[in-house]
């Protein structure tokens, strides 16, 4: 088995998911071509230089839906004997399609793919193409479906986090993203977002805000409560699931949860051989890759048992990762992660996470690998962890090593 390689990573920075949101004016394929394109002149691209685009993307619909994948192909200055693959694995769609071109070069079958995903949460609403989990009572009975918002606050319930914990998180997060910024730090792989007459759109992640506080956040209230104490009453169904814990603690809100955001990422990975045919250094090796069927209910406990299984399939243990992306879906998604593992903080998501930067669901999973890259680049280290929760009840995780 050959070595999979990354040997670029760039995302678009992050426009706020609304109508009056700096990305608004683009669609899916668009933003995606504009991704596909700086690839292809970043590294010198020509002809069938890819064997596929494989392509992560939620909410499949409307003008995101007919493999999206090929349709930014298309769209784009790749060459058109480049095929594409859509794939879904909800908030771990990017992350997957990386994953999956790694162990396809991994095992032969090609020398390189481009791979990443978008999200255009302004134009194609979250849950706009339904859930089967969501909306087939007997499917929803049998695995006692709550939405995201229930699990998350479930999450801090099980595992004592308070309100003022989740918060804390969710502060440090805009002041690292803040810093990050001010430091220079995404300059490697943030692509500036133009118009066709060549105008900027979009040069920086416009969903911060760096003045949040405790106090700031404090005033909020609890966004999943009523949907959980009254109607429709999903802490019944909860407590059906886990009657041990006697109530819900509704402590997430819109400040220590991920914004919706447009947004999109692509990553070139390929074998050795491409690189010296191309001409190109790789930046870093994917190790492992990893993902895993969680509870269902609590949903987005999967980065846990994901990394457990990383780590065992691969000889290893917590101390050897030198740096970790957990994406800030929600903040005890992250603090579940460092208790579970008694990490330091100070190495989760250095850079700040969703909580302060936004969530383009399909496009997060490759965004992170990126930033970890860079991350793992700009403070000399060696071994990064990336992982994400997943709808459903699924945990994915990919490791890098700088070479």
């Keep these: 088995m050959q070595d999979a390689y990354i040997y670029d990573a760039v995302r678009s920075p992050r426009g706020k998911g609304r109508a009056d949101g700096a990305l608004h004016e683009l669609t899916s394929v668009a933003l995606s071509a504009k991704l596909l394109n700086a ?34 192909v298309l769209a784009s200055d790749l060459d058109e004997s480049i095929p594409g693959l859509a794939i879904n694995r909800f908030c771990a769609s990017g992350m997957e399609a990386v994953n999956l071109a790694a162990n396809q070069v991994r095992g032969g079958a090609g020398q390189a793919y481009i791979a990443g995903g978008v999200e255009m949460m302004s134009r194609v609403p979250m849950g ?15 695995t006692y479906f709550v939405p995201q918002g229930i699990s998350a606050d479930i999450i801090a319930t099980e595992y004592g986090f308070t309100r003022e914990m989740v918060d804390a998180l969710a502060v440090e997060s805009q002041q690292r993203a803040a810093r990050a910024w001010t430091e220079g730090r995404f300059a490697k792989s943030v692509v500036t977002i133009t118009d066709q007459n060549g105008l900027t759109i979009l040069e920086r992640d416009e969903y911060m805000r760096p003045a949040t506080d405790m106090q700031s956040l404090g005033g909020l209230k609890p966004a999943f409560k009523d949907m959980g104490e009254v109607m429709p009453g999903f802490d019944k169904v909860a407590m059906l699931k886990y009657p041990h814990l006697g109530h819900i603690n509704h402590i997430h809100h819109a400040g220590n949860s991920s914004g919706i955001v447009d947004g999109s990422a692509a990553l070139l990975i390929g ?32 980065p846990v048992p994901v990394t457990q299984k990383i780590l065992a399939d691969n000889g290893m243990t917590i101390g050897d990762i030198d740096l970790f992306e957990v994406n800030e879906a929600f903040a005890a998604v992250v603090l579940r992660f460092q208790q579970a593992f008694e990490v330091d903080p100070a190495i989760v998501n250095v850079n700040g996470g969703a909580i302060a930067m936004g969530h383009p669901l399909g496009a ?31 945990g994915v995780a990919t490791m890098i090593e700088r070479v």
């Design 271 to 302: 074998n050795k051989a491409f690189g010296i045919a191309q001409g190109l250094k790789p930046r870093a090796r994917i190790r492992a890759t990893a993902k895993i069927g969680t509870d269902p209910t609590i949903m987005l406990t999967g």
């Design 128 to 142: 706009s193409d339904g859930a089967a989990i969501a909306v087939d009572p007997g499917l929803a009975m049998k």
């Design 364 to 394: 997060t999973g490759a965004m992170i690998i990126g930033t970890l890259l860079d991350e793992l680049e700009r403070s000399d280290r060696t071994l990064g962890l990336a992982t994400l929760c997943i709808a459903s009840g699924m």
């Design 39 to 72: 690839v292809k002149s970043r590294n010198g691209l020509t002809g069938h230089a890819v064997e596929d685009v494989i392509w992560g993307n939620v909410t499949q619909v409307g003008e995101q839906g007919g493999c999206l994948a090929r349709s930014a």
